[in-house]
């Protein structure tokens, strides 16, 4: 599903270039549930701005399914973001002035799918992560846990391939840490590939493979299946 | 555009209420400005030229003065002295004269008496052509004619005041009417555009006025029109013309201006007309700077909302929005905003004008307010240009919003 070959990525700040990853190989295959973990400046947030094409990189190959991703023009990469993958955040990233329902239909506007058929399938995938009751309801009105089920629902209603998480227990208490974790293993369950961007030992625990990164290099890559 | 990008629109415009009602309020009050100057503009100009409709604006008006330039071994001060003859002579040799007529003045105001009815009048003494140089309308009977002129007929037309003061009401064609102890015949009524004084003149026969004032064949006052489709140089020329022919006649310099006067309605109201075009280009300009400083407001706010709204752009980049879709959002915004405002602009500016041009009476100064299709046209074409002005650069902006600087977790 997902390969990486050779990629490399620096940041040039003033005269200095920053090598943020270093030669990364790695392939993850469909429906992996695989967690990426690191301390901070490890490369971790790069290599997942890289995967969910918010980022390009400066050589090597990767490619998503069947698709080379590189040197794509903007309107391009946002067409795969919206077809190819779902993203969850630390912060939610809802906008607070939609409800939940239209939050999650958000991505099918993007597609051009007309707004009856939005809804209908917003409060379908609100009912799957158990917040049918919750459709009208502002972010504002919601509690972390809640907000964090309203942006599962909104990656997952463009039926993705891939869902990327940054750091989506971040915010969260642990009870609801465990919520978002099962539901996130209730996703890759169905079928879809999810990678998790996580510095918590125990939501990496969870998952069935973990890969480490240390200044920028994949310093281990342990399967637990 | 899709319904459905118009509704998405709206809800986000609503999210921002005051920011977006004070944006609209700049380009409805820099419209609603541009349509009350233009308005008043025309206003203001009706009223000029209605103060025209009441004379010909193809006339020559001529007074005799005294000479003020040595001439021929005359000196300077001699009185010039038109006569019937003068009027002969430039009906017969100036080229293009249409209608001509002298005025003999009677000083004062006349006693005027019917009945045991009395009032006081203006009285005119003239040719029968007057009539098309005061724009004098007929109602009833007629105008004086050449036989009364030839026969020193005592014979007279008055206006709807004296019908009314002296006649109340009756028909008062026939009648013989006391002016200043001279009985006159009414043979005609006539109505003037020039207002209550024009309205109560009295016009008597010229040859009439001069024999029973004797004036012998005095000429006070000298107009004539010129072809309708004049130039302002061809009635200048014309008048140079009278002017050489009057002074051969009277000895005096053509370079006098004093011994005779001249006043050209053709150049008068080209003068007029000039002005108000002058007027309205510098109206035009004042507008367009009002409606500038409204969108340079709305591009303002635009580009402070764009800011403001950074991470939520961030959103629906990572979300699947292109670039496109963010821009087209951008500047559909400004274009709503500066549209519907615009418009409430445009219709209360329109509302104002027809207020005051119902409450309002009509003067010489100010009279129907009004602004045009054109306007209407040209201020919806300016609207749209600046909406799409003012949207261009925020979104721009909003474009270039990098998505992950905008997701980073605060």
């Known amino acids: ?225 | 555009m899709s319904l459905d990008r118009l509704v998405e629109l709206v809800e986000t415009l609503r999210t921002a209420k005051l920011r977006t009602a004070l944006t609209a309020l700049s380009v409805a009050w820099g419209i609603f400005m541009l349509v009350i100057l233009l308005g008043s503009g025309a206003g203001i100009q009706n009223g000029a030229e209605h103060q025209f409709r009441d004379d010909a604006t193809n006339s020559l008006w001529i007074w005799p003065g005294a000479t003020s330039l040595p001439f021929e071994g005359h000196k300077i001060g001699r009185n010039v002295r038109l006569t019937d003859e003068d009027y002969d002579a430039v009906k017969r040799h100036v080229d293009g004269v249409v209608h001509i007529t002298g005025r003999f003045y009677l000083q004062g105001q006349f006693t005027v008496s019917y009945h045991g009815a009395v009032s006081s009048f203006d009285v005119r003494a003239c040719h029968p052509d007057h009539q098309f140089l005061e724009n004098t309308l007929i109602t009833s009977g007629r105008f004086i004619n050449q036989l009364d002129l030839a026969e020193n007929r005592k014979v007279a037309v008055i206006g709807p005041v004296a019908v009314e003061r002296l006649f109340k009401g009756k028909d008062p064609i026939g009648e013989w009417i006391n002016v200043r102890g001279m009985m006159v015949r009414v043979v005609g009524v006539f109505e003037d555009e020039g207002g209550e004084e024009e309205q109560s003149k009295i016009y008597i026969p010229i040859s009439t006025a001069q024999m029973a004032y004797g004036g012998a064949s005095q000429i006070h006052q000298l107009m004539f029109t010129i072809d309708e489709k004049t130039d302002v140089e061809h009635s200048v020329a014309v008048a140079g013309q009278t002017k050489r022919l009057l002074a051969a006649r009277h000895h005096f310099s053509p370079e006098d201006k004093r011994a005779l006067r001249v006043r050209n309605t053709v150049e008068d109201f080209q003068r007029i007309v000039m002005l108000f075009q002058r007027i309205r280009v510098f109206i035009w300009i004042v507008g367009i700077g009002t409606i500038v400083a409204g969108i340079v407001g709305v591009g303002n706010i635009m580009l402070i909302s764009v800011r403001e709204r950074t991470k939520e752009i961030g959103i629906r980049k990572a979300l699947g929005a292109t670039p496109w879709a963010i821009v087209s959002q951008i500047v559909l915004e400004a274009l709503i905003v500066t549209g519907v405002s615009g418009y409430l602009g445009l219709f209360a500016g329109i509302a104002t004008l027809e207020l005051v041009r119902k409450h309002v009476p009509p003067s010489d100064f100010f009279r129907d307010p009004s602004v045009n299709l054109g306007v209407v046209v040209g201020a919806t074409v300016l609207l749209v240009l600046s909406g799409l002005l003012a949207g261009y650069f925020p979104a721009r902006m909003a474009a270039r919003v990098n998505p992950i600087v905008a997701l980073r977790a605060e």
């Open chain 1, 1 to 225: 599903m997902i390969h990486l070959e050779r990629v490399n990525k620096s940041y040039h700040l003033g005269h200095h270039a920053l090598h943020v990853l270093r030669n990364v190989d790695l392939t993850i295959e469909e429906g992996e549930l695989v967690s990426i973990m690191g301390s901070s400046g490890s490369g971790k947030s790069t290599l997942l701005n890289i995967l969910g094409i918010l980022d390009d990189y400066d050589s090597g190959t990767y490619r998503l399914g069947d698709a080379l991703i590189r040197d794509l023009s903007e309107s391009r990469a946002a067409q795969y973001r919206n077809r190819f993958i779902g993203f969850v955040f630390q912060s939610f990233n809802l906008l607070p002035f939609k409800t939940a329902a239209e939050n999650v239909a958000l991505p099918l506007f993007y597609q051009g799918v007309p707004r009856a058929r939005r809804n209908a399938l917003a409060l379908e995938y609100l009912a799957r992560v158990g917040l049918e009751a919750w459709a009208m309801h502002l972010p504002a009105e919601m509690s972390g846990g809640q907000k964090q089920r309203v942006a599962i629902a909104r990656a997952l209603i463009t039926k993705p391939r891939v869902l990327l998480a940054d750091e989506p227990t971040g915010a969260l208490d642990s009870k609801t840490s465990e919520q978002i974790m099962n539901l996130l293993i209730d996703v890759n369950a169905s079928g879809v590939t999810v990678v998790i961007v996580t510095h918590e030992p125990k939501v990496a625990a969870r998952t069935h493979r973990t890969i480490r990164l240390r200044d920028g290099v994949i310093e281990a890559d342990e399967d637990r299946a």
